[in-house]
Structure formats: structure tokens, C-alpha cells
């Protein structure tokens, strides 16, 4: 685990939650303009030196009451404990939100409205995904899609009792092809049944777990993005998206690849997906 690893694990610590992060190179146009009040200080040419010579982490958080001074206490507590190697970093928090924009929008140009959009999404995740709401949701729209499919389903069954054999005439649709539809409508809507009666169940299992299990909400991120992902594995089926707030969830089976990935894993451990590394940073 490297130094940024560890600063991002203590900000986890006291409740902040990581947006989006991005490495980047800085200019020196862009050190003046970030640290512009210590432009006539002596050292500021050995900092811009400093700052220039390697890369940097940008990254956007929220939560926590004062995430200035969490920052603060955090980087004073890493130097005291990392003093060896604490030396070639530092940790510049931009002092609002307000600032954060600028300074981004001055950093990575047009690409700070996507992550405007990502962070106003997760300042409510934490009231907005909560697992009893998140399993109403997708009951509601699974009696939604039942619904749907049984109108499709006796309309079709109509149209094949109505329609014309296929000796008879090949211009229409037959009675055999309709009747064939209608077994395939009638497959799925069973299906969709069964998956609407393991969904119920699980109202009964809304106990949170420490471990991802059937039945358990997650929140995957990419370590590399910080792009993060919310799923409810159940049993069979699986899926549909449903949007619940500025959070979109997705109900997956738990025999899907991703979840095989991620069944038994705890809080803050790390999988391999299909090339690609992601913490698991919630589990209800």
C-alpha cells in the first residue's frame, strides 16, 4: 500500500467517502494558480520544483462534519507517523466547495460537470440507499413488469385463437407463430412471478451483513476511476436498474460473474473484475 492508499484509508476512517480521484502531472501554471497566495514566500520556487517533479492525486470527497479539518488532522498525524517519506508529499483541500469547482474546472477543464454530477449524487447516497427502501423499489417495479407481461401475454393469446392457420393463408402472422409468442410471453412472466416471490422474501432478511450474501446491497468503487456502483444480489433473475433519489441500483443474480466475484467478501477488501480492481466500500 502506498502513501496515497493509506491517506485515502484514514479519510475513510472518519466517514468521508471518495467521489472521484484522477493522477495527473501539474504545470507550473497550474501550482501558481492553486497556491497563488504564496507566490513571493521564498521557498515557493523549490515548492513549484517539488509540486512539477512527479505526479499528483486529485480527488473530490464528501461527508463528515468539517472535511477541512479532517484533512488537516490526518496530514498532521501522517507526518508525525510517516515522517521518512511524508516529506515528498503534501495535501492541498481546497477551502469550500465552491473553490473545489474552480480549482478542478482550472485543473481538468469541461470534464469538471461529470464530476459535479457524481458528487452531487453522492452527497444523498447515504439517506437514499437504504436496503428496505432500495427492495420496495424493485418489488414495485416487478409487479409493474408482471403486470406488463400478462396484458402482452392475453393479447397474444387472443390474436393466436383469432388468427388465421397458416395453410390457410402465409400472408399474416400464423396461429402456430402466434401460439409459439405466447409460450415464450408465458415463459418469461413465470419467471418473472418466481423472481417477484424471492424478492418478498427477502423482507424478512433485511439484517445487515458483514459479508456481500443474497439479500445484501453493495456499493462496489473502481480504484482506478473512483466511479462506484450500487447492487442487491438476489437469488435468481436479475437485471433491471431502477433509480431510487441520484443513485441508480442494480438487482443482480447471485450466479452472475460479478457477484461470484464479490459473495463472501467483507468491507474495504479489493476484487479483480475483468481487468479491472474495485473496492467493495459498502455492504448493508
Not at 75 to 88: A, P, S, T
Not at 161 to 176: G, L, N, Y
Request: negative net charge.
Amino acid at each position: 500500500m502506498n502513501l496515497t492508499e493509506i491517506f485515502f484509508k484514514e479519510f475513510e476512517k472518519k466517514g468521508l467517502t471518495l467521489v472521484w480521484q484522477k493522477r495527473i502531472r501539474l504545470t507550473r501554471e497550474q501550482v501558481e494558480f492553486l497556491y497563488r497566495p504564496y507566490k513571493e514566500v521564498y521557498w515557493f520556487e523549490e515548492f513549484v520544483e517539488v509540486m512539477t517533479g512527479g505526479d499528483s492525486i486529485i480527488s473530490l470527497w464528501t461527508g463528515g462534519d468539517d472535511i477541512i479539518e479532517l484533512s488537516f488532522e490526518v496530514r498532521e498525524r501522517m507526518r508525525r507517523e510517516y515522517k521518512d517519506l511524508v516529506e515528498f508529499y503534501d495535501l492541498h483541500t481546497a477551502d469550500s466547495e465552491e473553490i473545489a469547482i474552480e480549482q478542478l474546472r482550472f485543473l481538468i477543464g469541461n470534464e469538471v460537470d461529470i464530476i459535479i454530477t457524481k458528487f452531487s449524487k453522492a452527497k444523498g447516497v447515504r439517506e437514499m440507499l437504504e436496503k428496505s427502501k432500495v427492495l420496495e423499489v424493485f418489488i414495485k417495479a416487478k409487479e409493474e413488469k408482471i403486470r406488463e407481461l400478462k396484458e402482452s401475454l392475453e393479447t397474444t393469446r387472443q390474436h393466436a385463437r383469432e388468427a388465421v392457420p397458416s395453410m390457410v393463408s402465409w400472408s399474416d402472422t400464423s396461429k402456430s407463430q402466434l401460439s409459439d409468442l405466447a409460450l415464450e410471453i408465458e415463459k418469461v412472466y413465470i419467471e418473472a412471478k418466481l423472481a417477484l416471490e424471492q424478492l418478498k422474501t427477502l423482507r424478512d432478511k433485511l439484517a445487515n451483513n458483514n459479508e456481500i450474501a443474497v439479500g445484501s446491497l453493495f456499493t462496489l468503487r473502481d480504484v482506478n476511476s473512483g466511479e462506484t456502483t450500487n447492487f442487491f444480489m438476489v437469488p435468481s433473475g436479475g437485471g433491471e436498474c431502477v433509480d431510487i433519489g441520484n443513485e441508480e441500483v442494480t438487482l443482480i443474480s447471485s450466479k452472475a460473474p460479478i457477484a461470484e466475484a464479490v459473495m463472501g467478501k467483507k468491507k474495504g477488501e479489493k476484487i479483480i473484475f475483468r481487468n479491472r480492481t474495485f473496492e467493495i466500500v459498502e455492504i448493508q
